[in-house]
């Protein structure tokens, strides 16, 4: 007999809290909003319930979010390296295993980097501060 955890709901939560993280914090560091809108209407890192169930123990959910914030540290990194592309590809790989699509290349974000995008001013990005009105 095998013991199986079933995921939480709070992994399901951050699994989504990840996506949006990567949306609205990574996403404007390579692309503009016009690419990034495309990636909205092509569901990029969509989640659904039905993907909820490919993901429904509590070790799967697990590496999902692990592979979410691996990509995203290596994103985020200063410098990019040739040598986190296998790091990249095998995380991006687990979360397409997982039902998420993830169309990107690590060559994809070298090319970019933030050269282009340096002081683009993205609608996905968090607001520095907010007013209450």
Same mark, same amino acid.
């Given at each position: 007999?095998?013991? #199986?955890?079933?995921? !939480?709901? @709070? *992994?399901? /939560?951050?699994?989504?809290? %990840?996506?949006?993280? $990567?949306?609205?914090?990574?996403?404007?560091?390579?692309?503009?909003?016009?690419?990034?809108?495309?990636?909205?209407?092509?569901? #990029?890192?969509?989640? !659904?319930? @039905? *993907?909820? /169930?490919?993901?429904?123990? %509590?070790?799967?959910? $697990?590496?999902?979010?692990?592979?979410?914030?691996?990509?995203?540290?290596?994103?985020?990194?200063?410098?990019?390296?040739?040598?986190?592309?296998?790091?990249?590809?095998?995380?991006?790989?687990?979360?397409?295993?997982?039902?998420?699509? $993830?169309?990107?290349?690590?060559?994809?974000?070298?090319?970019?980097?933030?050269?282009?995008?340096?002081?683009?001013?993205?609608?996905?990005?968090?607001?520095?501060?907010?007013?209450?009105?």
């Amino acid at each position: 007999m095998k013991i #199986v955890f079933a995921s !939480t709901p @709070d *992994q399901m /939560e951050k699994v989504e809290e %990840l996506a949006q993280y $990567f949306y609205s914090e990574v996403l404007p560091l390579y692309f503009s909003d016009e690419d990034i809108l495309e990636f909205e209407k092509h569901k #990029v890192l969509h989640t !659904t319930k @039905d *993907q909820y /169930e490919n993901f429904n123990t %509590l070790g799967e959910a $697990f590496r999902v979010i692990t592979s979410l914030q691996t990509i995203i540290s290596i994103l985020e990194s200063h410098s990019l390296l040739e040598d986190y592309d296998e790091i990249f590809q095998k995380n991006a790989k687990t979360l397409k295993d997982f039902g998420l699509y $993830f169309p990107f290349e690590f060559q994809q974000f070298l090319k970019v980097r933030q050269e282009n995008v340096d002081n683009y001013i993205s609608v996905y990005s968090k607001a520095a501060n907010s007013y209450l009105v």
